[in-house]
Structures are given as C-alpha cells and as structure tokens.
T-cell receptor, first 113, second 115 residues
Framework: DQQVKQNSPSLSVQEGRISILNCDYT??????FLWYKKYPAEGPTFLIS?????DKNEDGRFTVFLNKSAKHLSLHIVPSQPGDSAVYFC????????????FGAGTRLTVKP | DAGVIQSPRHEVTEMGQEVTLRCKPI?????LFWYRQTMMRGLELLIY????????DSGMPEDRFSAKMPNASFSTLKIQPSEPRDSAVYFC?????????????FGDGTRLSIL
C-alpha cells in the first residue's frame, strides 16, 4: 500500500520560474515529513523537512508547505535553476514508528535553461 | 568527510547465487538503514538497526534476505538464493541519534542485476 503518493512522475519548468512538487499521504499518523533530492547514480540527499506542528518551513530557495487537513504537502523551489534537475522524493514518518520512513515514488524535475 | 560507503556499486550474477552487499556508515552514526528501490515500488525500507541491533525487519521481503551489523562500522545485506525479481538498486543510509528528526545520509547504492 502506497501511503505516500507523488502523482506526477515528471515536471518540466523554465529556469527562473517556480517549481512546485506535490505529495499526498493517507496515514493520518504521519507527523514528520521530509524531501530528498536524488541525482542519477547517487543516493538521495536530504533537502528540507517539516513537522506537523508547522504549516511552512523555508530554507533559501526551498519552501515546504503542509496542509494537514488535506493530507498534502508541496515543495516550492524559487527561482528554479538547471542544477535543481533531479528526482525529488517525499517521505513521511509517524511518531509511533520512529525510524520507519515511507517514501513516495518520486518526481523527476527538469529545469530548462 | 566520508559519506556512507557501499560496495560493490554494481553486481551482476546468475539466479541462485548468493549475493552480499556491504555498507560502511558515517563514523559516529548509530542508526543504519537498508532500502531497495524498484520502478514498481519506489524506495522501500527493508530493515534498520539502532546501535547495531536490528529494530524492525518487517520490510525484508522473505527469508532469502538477511542483514547483519556485527559492529558500528559495517553492515551486510545478503540474498541467498538470489532471484531475477531481486534486481533493484539497494541503498544503505545512516543517521545520528536514532530518531527520525536526524536526516538519513544515503550511500550511492548498489545496482543489482540477477540474470
């Protein structure tokens, strides 16, 4: 069962524009969420996280928004750069299952110069 | 700083053979995770260790899979006997502190192909 869903397998945006990557989850026990970025032939690298006590967390060009009632989160990248081209994974965990992190299938972002 | 080191990077072997994947976590990290990535199922957690002790192996697909962590600097994931459906990229990750609030640091993965 896919408890974390990234319904868009790919996204293409122009350099300088905003990239919005979406993620939905079904498990209401999830209360901590992360985004990872993955380049080809490399492992995922941590990008940004958010706890369910917040609805927004910002780090430079990256902002994550959380809508708990909709069980939805999104990652905004502004402005997008060609180096942001990668696969982005959304992940979630529940306090009951501490280190058991569930990943989405990923969204491939392409930023065109 | 050295990151998580996995070996081999690529493994091609025939069905029925034993496969051993290796991982060296980041020094000082006390949690270690094994993941498998496939097109169909994405990134799945197989097993994780805290302080060298297996905590949750409910993600291990079947008895053909086993994982060990004999010390804080080394872990193995073994498949015996291997089957074509085991073909995937296997990632090892480590984190500090044993809580989910510490981000996991991933190795570059082992691409496994079972013929």
């Amino acid at each position: 069962d896919q408890q974390v869903k990234q319904n868009s397998p790919s996204l293409s945006v122009q350099e300088g524009r905003i990239s919005i990557l979406n993620c939905d989850y079904t498990n209401s026990m999830f209360d901590y969420f992360l985004w990872y970025k993955k380049y080809p032939a490399e492992g995922p690298t941590f990008l940004i996280s958010i706890s369910s006590i917040k609805d927004k967390n910002e780090d430079g060009r990256f902002t994550v928004f959380l809508n708990k009632s909709a069980k939805h989160l999104s990652l905004h990248i502004v402005p997008s750069q060609p180096g942001d081209s990668a696969v982005y994974f959304c992940a979630a965990s529940a306090w009951l299952n501490n280190n058991d992190m569930r990943f989405g299938a990923g969204t491939r972002l392409t930023v065109k110069p | 700083d050295a990151g998580v080191i996995q070996s081999p990077r690529h493994e091609v072997t025939e069905m029925g053979q034993e496969v051993t994947l290796r991982c060296k976590p980041i020094s000082g990290h006390n949690s270690l995770f094994w993941y498998r990535q496939t097109m169909m199922r994405g990134l799945e957690l197989l097993i994780y260790f805290n302080n060298n002790v297996p905590i949750d192996d409910s993600g291990m697909p079947e008895d053909r899979f086993s994982a060990k962590m004999p010390n804080a600097s080394f872990s193995t994931l073994k498949i015996q006997p291997s089957e074509p459906r085991d073909s995937a990229v296997y990632f090892c990750a480590s984190s500090l502190g044993g809580t989910r609030y510490q981000p996991q640091h991933f190795g570059d993965g082992t691409r496994l192909s079972i013929l």
